[in-house]
Every structure is written in C-alpha cells, then in structure tokens.
C-alpha cells in the first residue's frame, strides 16, 4: 500500500480526522443545455431556486476530509431542484478524490486544500488532464478553512479556477459553482486582490524551483520541522509513521542539497515558510 493510500486520516479545521470511502451517485445527469444562463442561485433557507427554472444543471464533486462538512454542503447546496446542482460523488483523501473525478467528469470540483495523501495541490497534479480536457473540462473551486497566501497560491498555480472560504453562504456558493462552470475566476472578496497582487506585481516573488522540488507531503514535513517539532510529534500530527518522517527528511535534505536539520531551519526561515 503506498503511502497516499495509508495515509487517509488527518486532523481538520474542526479539529477530528475521518477515513472514507469515496462515493459516487448511481447515475449522475447529462452536462447542462449549451448557452443556458443562471438567475440568483438558492442557498440556505431560501424559497425556490433558478436552476429548474431556467433549466439549469451543474454536476459537482465534493472533496473534503470531513464527512459532516461534506454532508452539511450538499444539504445546503445540492437539492437540484430548487439549486441546479447535483452532487455526484464524494471523496476524502487525494486517492478516492482522483477516482471518483475520473469516474463521474463533473463539471466543477468542490477542492478542500488540506487533504489526506498530498492535498488538494495533489489532486490538481493529478487530473490536469482532465482539466484541459477541450470538449468536457473539469474545472476546480477551492473550498477551505484557509485563507494562507501560501495555500491560495498554490492551488491557483496547480489550475484552480477560484478561491473560496468555509464561511461563504449557500446562497455564494451556488453562484460561484456556476461561474466556475461557465469559466470564470471566482474568489473570496479579500482574498481577490491578494492574488491580483500576488500575480500582478513586479514586486512579487519569483517560483522558488527549490521548493517546487519537493511534494506536497515534503513540505509539510519541512514546515514542522522547521518549526522545532520532533519526529514523533510529525507522525502524531500527520498520521504517518516515524519511520516515513524519517524518509520524508532524508528526501527533503538531498532535494535542497542541505546537510541537517539546522540547515533546513535556516532555508525554511529565509523563504518565510516557518
């Protein structure tokens, strides 16, 4: 069993971890008509919906590592018809979310960043094939707890089209999936001018090749070492084995070219990833 599949426990933004099976509608819709339009999208505890209305239909997969955060997102967002979002599979870790995305080809993906296996980067890395996809694209909305510059980039980088934080409504959350459908860039109101930012300015840090060396999992590793953790307290933290922080060092120390951990400290403080 690889590593990815092992690892499908993690400790979340409301702090429990849970394993999953990854979960895929018995028979999901056609792709929505050509050239319909959207009203206002229904969201939590509003009346009627547009999506029926004007015939409307968009298939989402929702990616998050906690069950009752995915349950209480299609309670709110997928009765299709008041909404015109249909949920057609679920998943938990970076493995079942590749599965089920391949499986179904929805037309957008709820993406949590944190994810058991290499996180939502991962599942970015994974389906890029899908997302370029000329005649059925399937298109990614990061959904999360974080709002970290670093996370926000990254997804973005990786073909994210948006953005999005945990405390949107139902009612913005609709609206955004179909945004996303029809192509567009979709993010959190202060999380927009930040990546304007992040990517406009002539100020703004060049890709650190170093870094994009190393995987998802790695830098992690590198994150709480840094931080003085010891490799016990890793393996507690990311429920992965002593054995495999060990590996997970040992790859980071040759990939950046460093010799121990005092080193990696230091490189990890001078890119502020401490």
């Given at each position: 069993m690889s590593e990815a599949q092992g690892e499908n426990r993690r400790t979340g933004s409301a702090g429990s971890a849970e394993s999953a099976e990854p979960t895929v509608a018995a028979e999901p819709t056609t792709a929505p008509?050509?050239?319909?339009q959207s009203g206002?999208?229904?969201?939590?505890?509003?009346?009627?919906g547009t999506g029926d209305a004007?015939?409307?239909?968009?298939?989402?997969?929702?990616?998050?590592d906690h069950r009752m955060f995915r349950t209480g997102v299609q309670a709110e967002i997928g009765q299709t018809e008041r909404t015109g979002v249909e949920v057609v599979g679920e998943a938990a870790d970076v493995d079942q979310a590749v599965t089920v995305i391949t499986a179904t080809r929805p037309e957008v993906v709820l993406l949590d960043v944190h994810l058991p296996g290499g996180g939502g980067v991962e599942v970015l890395r994974r389906c890029a094939p899908l997302m370029a996809d000329p005649e059925q694209p399937v298109r990614f909305l990061a959904l999360s707890v974080s709002d970290a510059a670093e996370d926000v980039i990254g997804v973005i980088r990786g073909g994210a089209r948006g953005y999005v934080?945990?405390?949107?409504?139902?009612?913005?959350?609709?609206?955004?999936?179909?945004?996303?459908?029809?192509?567009?860039?979709?993010f959190s109101p202060r999380l927009a001018g930040f990546v304007l930012d992040a990517f406009a300015s002539t100020d703004a840090p060049p890709v650190d090749e170093d870094l994009d060396r190393l995987t998802q999992r790695e830098r992690e590793v590198l994150r709480l070492i840094a931080r003085g953790y010891a490799y016990k307290e890793i393996a507690k933290q990311l429920f992965i084995s002593v054995k495999t922080v060990e590996s997970h060092v040992s790859a980071v120390l040759r990939k950046l070219q460093l010799s121990n951990r005092h080193e990696l400290t230091r490189w990890a403080t001078a890119r502020r990833l401490v």
């Amino acid at each position: 069993m690889s590593e990815a599949q092992g690892e499908n426990r993690r400790t979340g933004s409301a702090g429990s971890a849970e394993s999953a099976e990854p979960t895929v509608a018995a028979e999901p819709t056609t792709a929505p008509a050509e050239g319909a339009q959207s009203g206002d999208p229904a969201g939590s505890g509003s009346g009627s919906g547009t999506g029926d209305a004007v015939g409307r239909r968009v298939r989402v997969v929702l990616v998050d590592d906690h069950r009752m955060f995915r349950t209480g997102v299609q309670a709110e967002i997928g009765q299709t018809e008041r909404t015109g979002v249909e949920v057609v599979g679920e998943a938990a870790d970076v493995d079942q979310a590749v599965t089920v995305i391949t499986a179904t080809r929805p037309e957008v993906v709820l993406l949590d960043v944190h994810l058991p296996g290499g996180g939502g980067v991962e599942v970015l890395r994974r389906c890029a094939p899908l997302m370029a996809d000329p005649e059925q694209p399937v298109r990614f909305l990061a959904l999360s707890v974080s709002d970290a510059a670093e996370d926000v980039i990254g997804v973005i980088r990786g073909g994210a089209r948006g953005y999005v934080t945990k405390t949107i409504t139902g009612t913005d959350l609709v609206d955004s999936v179909f945004r996303v459908q029809d192509g567009d860039a979709v993010f959190s109101p202060r999380l927009a001018g930040f990546v304007l930012d992040a990517f406009a300015s002539t100020d703004a840090p060049p890709v650190d090749e170093d870094l994009d060396r190393l995987t998802q999992r790695e830098r992690e590793v590198l994150r709480l070492i840094a931080r003085g953790y010891a490799y016990k307290e890793i393996a507690k933290q990311l429920f992965i084995s002593v054995k495999t922080v060990e590996s997970h060092v040992s790859a980071v120390l040759r990939k950046l070219q460093l010799s121990n951990r005092h080193e990696l400290t230091r490189w990890a403080t001078a890119r502020r990833l401490v």
